[in-house]
């Protein structure tokens, strides 16, 4: 799709196009905007008006994006970037930024891990807005790809094509077990002493290329783990199951974070496994927010941590 410009579009055009063709609702998309329905209304017929083309089928219960309106949001929110770029360029050699940064997460624990570099950001450039999107690291990535969010904070390993990361936090793995488990009387636990051993864990879908990963490491310590029982969302699910003696659990560990009766966790050596959490963002795409705010991040959060502040 050419884009022509003259007198009439502008990037208030655009952008108000962007917000309803996010929220796919017009009364949403106001408020969002903080416009009047009528006058949003209005904006989006004179932009139609302007490219000779439907970009919305309007219904009872919201809107839809014609073709072309599909085609014109990745190009409108480009287009909405670089401005915003080419503003805060000006701003920041003025001394201030200005913007909106929309951050994905996985969960709170894990958001509250970047509130200090948050609450610096704020302090250093306060007329930035905040915005956080909560999704599993497959759904932040598919976000950012679509242009929804501008940072996501993912579990590796994870599919990162086209995409670059800088890893801010690392969390070791260890077993957790029912509290009268034989193996909950040694100090700590190989790999291969889990042989044999009924296994918790989370579905494939949800993290396949964590999944993967654990069951290639039971295969270096010579054995395939027996999951009895799959078990999405929050950990405190599988652990709850590992309280009552379902079986054992290889975990992220969190510390004052997921302490239930009925079980015990223990290092886990032979390896010493861990996971890393990054902050990952779009590479094609600058941003001055974001890179100010990836800087602070490696300043601030330096070497592993085991729990959230």
């Known amino acids: ?13 655009l952008r108000y196009f962007v917000a309803v063709a996010e929220e796919l609702n017009l009364t949403r998309a106001a408020a969002r905007l903080r416009v009047a329905q009528p006058a949003l209304s209005r904006q989006m017929h004179d932009l139609e008006d302007e490219l000779q083309t439907p970009l919305l089928e309007r219904g009872h219960t919201g809107v839809q994006l014609t073709r072309a309106g599909r085609a014109l949001y990745p190009k409108a ?3 909405l970037a670089q401005a915003a770029e080419a503003a805060n360029e ?11 940064l929309v951050i994905g997460y996985p969960n709170g624990p894990h958001l509250n891990y970047l509130a200090p570099v948050i609450a610096e950001f704020r302090k250093v450039h306060p007329k930035v807005e905040f915005d956080f999107w909560h999704g599993l690291p497959t759904e932040q990535l598919r976000a950012l ?3 929804k969010i501008d940072l996501g904070f993912v579990t590796l390993p994870a599919p990162l094509t086209g995409l670059a990361h800088q890893i801010v936090w690392r969390v070791p793995i260890k077993v957790a077990l029912p509290a009268k488990h034989p193996l909950a009387k040694q100090r700590a636990v190989e790999l291969a002493d889990l042989r044999g051993e009924d296994f918790v864990f989370f579905p494939r879908e949800t993290r396949p290329e964590l999944y993967d990963e654990f069951f290639r490491q039971c295969a270096n310590a010579g054995f395939r783990p027996r999951i009895v029982k799959e078990v999405g969302g929050y950990p405190t699910n599988m652990l709850g199951l590992v309280s009552v003696g379902v ?3 290889v975990l992220p560990y969190f510390k004052h974070v997921e302490h239930l009766a009925g079980m015990v966790w223990r290092p886990l050596t032979q390896p010493e496994l861990s996971m890393d959490f990054a902050l990952v963002w779009r590479k094609n795409a600058p941003s001055l927010l974001r890179t100010e705010f990836i800087t602070l991040a490696e300043r ?3 070497g592993p941590a085991e729990s959230p502040s």
């Open 300 to 302: 601030k959060l330096v």
């Open 1 to 13: 799709m050419l884009l022509r410009y003259d007198d009439r579009m502008e990037l208030r055009h």
């Open 77 to 79: 929110r480009v287009l």
């Open 247 to 249: 079986g054992v659990c």
């Open 90 to 100: 000006a701003r920041l050699a003025a001394g201030v930024i200005s913007g909106r």
């Open 145 to 147: 790809r679509d242009l």
